[in-house]
């Protein structure tokens, strides 16, 4: 396996993006990130591409050619990928293993969705299709419903409160305030969260990530070119994937995600760091549940544990591992394909120094993406 | 969902069949093809009584809105969703129905009840299945 | 002698007072509850209906009776309210009871009686030994106009009975019935409310019916009024059944165990067979029972019914008549409106 390199970053603002469709979006993104790299359109290979569902946001299937049609990547092989929420965190590593395994040197990644063409009913019901359709959402199951159940478990488990979760969005929302491409840009109470419109006991409209727009792009290329092109790389060190029971209700154990567990274990064992070592951290916040659930199943505090942590101010942006300082799903928009690249782009503009003046010191970086209620989870580890 | 697909799924939204495996006894609800224990593929229908206890809830106040083409989950709103352990050993995700909110509490014992569970708007075919009610 | 092997009952827990639907359009509550002689009746929740019903009574049927549901040869749903127009309740409630293929479904209409003319049928099948077991019920979830007294009565719920010649608990020895063609009370195809010719009801529809029928097999059974321990009529309210009573010359001591509407309101298909239920659940071996029921169009069939001893062995299986009954909870007249259909 060759080692690779990330040379280019580029992405939409996310949001309520009227104006563009769901190809406007991603050559978007692909633009912005071969200009960032500094290539030409010609020398791209492959491109990889996540999006949970054009059909069903947008009647539009086969977007590999779609996108590279659009982006004039001409007659470039293309693929979508797709696993729900992560399918962009999928697409990247995709894109990692086309050029690790030497099949090709230069390859563009691009995460994409377009949620409000439709109608928001329609849009759960699109959502709901990334848990067991047959026994889980037609039974009325739907993602707060299924985020809340686990919530409650852990609240009865471990004590942990609604204002803990709370505080997740409130931090979330203070970090997003200086990201330029979030939804967001509003600073939000712990007051505001606890009154917001409940959505299924204990989820409330503040600790869910909104529907968005976006897209987010990444140029992936191998070592030896990284080297012959004189290009400031940031290297991925560490990819790890795994996937669990679809149905939340068929896990061996509901309170943590073993997906993220697999897929971290096998991240650090190849990047050769373990959970200490992680100095910054992008991490799946689809709830602010879910949140609290990765630092622990990603092993920076004990299993239980997250609440008081967060409480601490151990994952704000200056404390001890500073989570989701582009804002989060919760903040920053949660496009679904998109986010998975999305949470590269920052991790990678931040360790690179293309964001001025946020944890300035980190070289070890991690992203986690999770599909449904835990049936997937990705892990990449980055390294300056 | 269409006619054929909700006709495949009735002896398990009906009567709660599952699957026995042959070879070293675990029980899955739903059926499923492979033993998620040992592998194998010889496993049995087996049906479920329809006893269980609540492992986890929560009280949802926006359901997925249906209309005559989707799927219109039949509900009260809010309503009652719950992780349900069965007395067998596998668990699922139901309504509970016939109670007031505050009367759902992890570890209460339910039953299961057949009810409506979704229709394809007024002209398309009903959907039946499992929920479940506090059992004394 | 072929009769009853096991019967099982489905109230729904949901109530409307008879002041909730009176406050609606500003009526006298207090002269409709005496007028009617109800208080209060039972209303479907929003995922139930006619089919939903009947496998709840069925499955506490089956309990009773201790029959597997494979050995039932046949079934029978009489109601107003079949979910659909075109699709058999019998099939989803066979496919629900895990009957598997072997058995003959239809589903029954005769407005309030269809349910004992299901009975009429299936005992002619265990009689003539062409079948075995068979199991008919009569289920509703009534409809009436927003507005129309009829909203006072229309209630859901319905019963069960398995009919077999083994282990029979209840032992049906004769039916006849009286019928014609009379249009009292009637729906339509495409309506959603039935219509009813106001008074017209009365004399010419309910009470000749329920007399003629009554009298008839008083008469081929050899037997007069004090012959029975108990009486159930169709209780379209409470005023009718007692009246009816008094006229043929039954006490209030063998009409009130099986008189269920001023608690319940009229579950129409289900609400001689409710009757009968209660009846069952308290009768003691030996006792005779008088069933006469009456559908709207116009019929009403009449069975002269002994307990025997097999009862006190099944009695306690599955939940009573009374219990359904005491589960209740109220609800305001909006949420009768979601629940009936009427706003969607």
């Not at chain 1, 030497?102 to 377009?114: I, L």
């Not at chain 1, 409209?205 to 070592?223: C, F, W, Y």
């Not at chain 3, 207090?30 to 479907?44: A, F, H, Y």
């Not at chain 3, 159930?232 to 009130?256: M, S």
Request: hydrophobic content about 40%.
């Amino acid at each position: 396996m060759r080692d690779v390199a990330v040379i280019g970053v580029g992405a939409t603002k996310f949001g309520q993006l009227w104006d563009n469709g769901l190809q406007d979006l991603a050559t978007s993104a692909i633009n912005l990130s071969l200009n960032d790299a500094r290539i030409s359109r010609d020398s791209v290979q492959s491109l990889y591409v996540g999006s949970m569902s054009g059909g069903l946001f947008s009647s539009q299937e086969h977007l590999g050619s779609l996108f590279a049609d659009w982006a004039g990547l001409k007659n470039v092989p293309a693929t979508r990928v797709e696993g729900a929420c992560a399918s962009g965190g999928l697409a990247l590593r995709q894109a990692y293993i086309d050029v690790a395994s030497g099949m090709h040197d230069v390859v563009v990644v691009v995460g994409a969705e377009k949620m409000t063409d439709i109608s928001g009913a329609a849009v759960t019901r699109a959502l709901s299709t990334a848990a067991s359709y047959e026994n889980e959402a037609v039974f009325g199951a739907t993602f707060p419903g299924l985020y809340a159940m686990i919530a409650r478990m852990h609240m009865e488990k471990f004590g942990t409160t609604e204002e803990q979760m709370a505080l997740v969005a409130v931090k979330n929302h203070q970090n997003a305030l200086s990201n330029p491409y979030a939804q967001f840009h509003r600073q939000i109470t712990m007051e505001d969260v606890l009154r917001s419109t409940k959505l299924a006991d204990p989820i409330k409209l503040l600790d869910a990530s909104p529907i968005s727009d976006g897209a987010a792009a990444l140029i992936l290329v191998s070592k030896d070119y990284a080297q012959k092109n004189s290009v400031e790389p940031v290297w991925i060190a560490g990819s790890g994937c795994a996937t669990d029971t679809i149905s939340l209700h068929d896990r061996d154990d509901m309170l943590t995600l073993k997906a993220t567990v697999l897929a971290a274990k096998q991240a650090y064992q190849q990047a050769g760091v373990g959970p200490g070592d992680v100095q910054i951290a992008e991490v799946h916040d689809c709830f602010t549940i879910a949140e609290l659930l990765a630092i622990e199943d990603l092993g920076f505090v004990e299993k239980g544990k997250s609440g008081p942590f967060v409480q601490a101010g151990n994952t704000d942006i200056t404390g001890k591992i500073p989570i989701n300082v582009s804002g989060g799903l919760k903040a920053k928009g949660h496009p679904i394909g998109a986010t998975g690249v999305m949470q590269a782009v920052e991790i990678v503009s931040i360790l690179s120094g293309r964001t001025k003046g946020k944890c300035i010191n980190a070289e070890i970086g991690l992203t986690h993406n999770i599909g449904g209620s835990g049936g997937t989870a990705v892990v990449h580890i980055f390294k300056k | 969902m269409t006619s054929a697909k909700i006709w495949r799924k009735m002896p398990e939204y009906y009567e709660l069949v599952g699957k026995e495996c042959e070879k070293c006894g675990a029980l899955f609800f739903p059926a499923r093809p492979i033993c998620k224990k040992c592998g194998s593929s010889k496993l049995q229908d087996h049906k479920l009584e329809g006893q269980g206890v609540i492992k986890t809830f929560t009280i949802i106040r926006t359901p997925i809105a249906g209309d005559d083409v989707l799927e219109k989950i039949i509900c009260e709103i809010p309503y009652a969703l719950a992780i349900v352990q069965l007395s067998e050993g596998p668990c699922l995700t139901a309504q509970i129905v016939d109670c007031e909110a505050d009367e759902v509490v992890i570890g209460k014992n339910v039953e299961v009840v057949f009810r409506k569970v979704f229709e394809s708007g007024r002209k398309g075919a009903i959907c039946y299945g499992y929920k479940f009610r506090l059992s004394e | 002698m072929a009769g009853i092997v096991g019967w099982g009952c489905y109230i729904p827990r949901n109530r409307i007072r008879v002041e909730e639907v009176a406050n609606s359009s500003s009526a006298d509550a207090e002269k409709i509850k005496s007028g009617l002689k109800v208080i209060e009746k039972s209303v479907p929740g929003i995922d139930e209906d006619t089919i939903t019903i009947s496998v709840e009574a069925a499955r506490n049927a089956i309990k009773v009776a201790g029959i597997k549901p494979d050995t039932l040869d046949a079934l029978y749903i009489g109601s107003e309210s079949h979910p659909y127009a075109v699709k058999p309740t019998g099939t989803v409630l066979a496919e629900a009871l895990g009957v598997g293929n072997k058995y003959t479904t239809a589903d029954f209409e005769f407005a309030c009686k269809a349910g004992t003319a299901a009975i009429q049928v299936g005992l002619a099948w265990i009689k003539s030994g062409m079948a075995k077991l068979v199991l008919v019920g009569g289920c509703d979830t009534a409809q009436a106009s927003p507005g129309d007294p009829l909203e006072y009565t229309a209630a859901a719920g319905g019963a069960v009975f398995i009919l077999g010649l083994d282990n029979v608990v209840a032992q049906i020895n004769h039916t006849v019935s009286f019928t014609s063609d009379t249009p009292d009370f009637w729906r339509r195809e495409h309506e959603k409310y039935p219509s009813h010719a106001g008074a017209f009801t009365g004399q010419p529809a309910y009470y000749k019916h329920i007399i003629n029928a009554t009298k008839m097999l008083l008469g081929e059974v050899g037997k007069s009024s004090d012959d029975y321990d108990y009486v159930v009529f169709h209780q379209p309210n409470g005023k009718f059944p007692e009246r009816v009573a008094k006229v043929l010359g039954f006490t209030k001591k063998q009409y009130a165990p099986g008189l269920l509407v001023d608690r319940i309101g009229n579950t129409y298909s289900g609400a001689s067979m409710l009757g009968l239920s209660a009846v069952l659940d308290v009768a003691k071996p030996g006792e005779s029972i008088l069933v006469t029921s009456y559908g709207s169009g116009a019929g009403s069939d009449s069975f002269d019914i002994v307990v025997t001893d097999e009862i006190e062995k099944v009695r306690s299986r599955a939940r009573t008549v009374e219990s359904y009954i005491q589960n209740k909870i109220y609800i305001s007249y909006t949420d009768y409106l979601k629940n009936t259909g009427v706003l969607e």
